[in-house]
């Protein structure tokens, strides 16, 4: 009898030892990515240029490709938009705002955002269809990236809306870097 109590003690003991590693070894939320993300997750790791989007594209900041920035926005009703976004319904309280930028060569690049937010990019006045995104739930560093054909050397424009925060980091990169 003292057998059976021990191994019955043993394989509770083992089972209490499983559920604790089990609770405790929860998965990487940024793990998920199919794509390699490690260059954005390297820039995510950095510290944060502060700046501000603006509320005009007149009065929008220009931002470099490869670098973090947290940018803080403006009520989105106050921000006058290249082109209306592509998400339709405006959401009460939402956030925005604008910015500027420029690639060196044509080709793919993503938009790496660590929250929520609908964005655009904008060229000659024109949106750019996104090519492909993949986000991550419970991730920051980042969330959100979304991957579109550049065009190089031409003054393009990032519109964020439709989030709920007063702040973004947001990061522009080569695809595939």
Same mark, same amino acid.
């Not at 209306?84 to 993503?110: E, H, M, Q, T, W």
């Given at each position: 009898?003292?057998?059976?109590?021990?191994? #019955?003690?043993?394989?509770?003991?083992?089972?209490?030892? %499983?559920?604790?590693?089990?609770?405790?070894?929860?998965?990487?939320?940024?793990?998920?990515?199919?794509?390699?993300?490690?260059?954005?997750?390297?820039? #995510?790791?950095?510290? =944060?240029? /502060? !700046?501000? =989007?603006?509320?005009?594209?007149?009065?929008?900041?220009?931002?470099? /490709?490869?670098?973090?920035?947290?940018?803080?926005?403006?009520?989105?009703?106050?921000?006058?938009?290249? &082109?209306? /976004?592509?998400?339709?319904?405006?959401?009460?309280?939402?956030? %925005?705002?604008? *910015?500027? #930028?420029?690639?060196?060569?044509?080709?793919?690049?993503?938009?790496?955002?660590?929250?929520?937010?609908?964005?655009? &990019?904008? +060229?000659?006045?024109?949106?750019? +269809?996104?090519?492909?995104?993949?986000?991550?739930? %419970?991730?920051? =560093?980042?969330?959100?990236?979304?991957?579109?054909?550049?065009? =190089?050397?031409?003054?393009?424009?990032?519109?964020?809306?439709?989030?709920?925060?007063?702040?973004?980091?947001? +990061? *522009?990169?080569?695809? !595939?870097?």
């Amino acid at each position: 009898m003292n057998r059976r109590r021990h191994g #019955f003690g043993l394989c509770v003991s083992v089972l209490l030892a %499983g559920a604790a590693w089990a609770e405790t070894a929860q998965p990487d939320p940024c793990g998920g990515f199919t794509w390699n993300v490690a260059h954005e997750q390297a820039l #995510f790791a950095a510290a =944060a240029t /502060p !700046g501000a =989007a603006a509320s005009d594209v007149s009065q929008a900041p220009v931002l470099q /490709p490869d670098h973090l920035y947290e940018l803080s926005l403006a009520s989105q009703e106050q921000v006058h938009y290249a &082109v209306p /976004p592509a998400r339709k319904a405006l959401a009460d309280g939402a956030n %925005g705002g604008l *910015i500027r #930028f420029r690639v060196a060569s044509a080709g793919a690049y993503r938009i790496s955002l660590d929250l929520p937010f609908w964005i655009d &990019v904008v +060229a000659d006045g024109k949106p750019i +269809a996104s090519k492909d995104f993949q986000g991550r739930p %419970g991730c920051s =560093a980042p969330h959100k990236i979304v991957e579109f054909i550049l065009p =190089a050397n031409q003054d393009l424009v990032l519109q964020f809306s439709h989030g709920v925060s007063s702040h973004v980091r947001v +990061a *522009i990169t080569a695809s !595939g870097q």
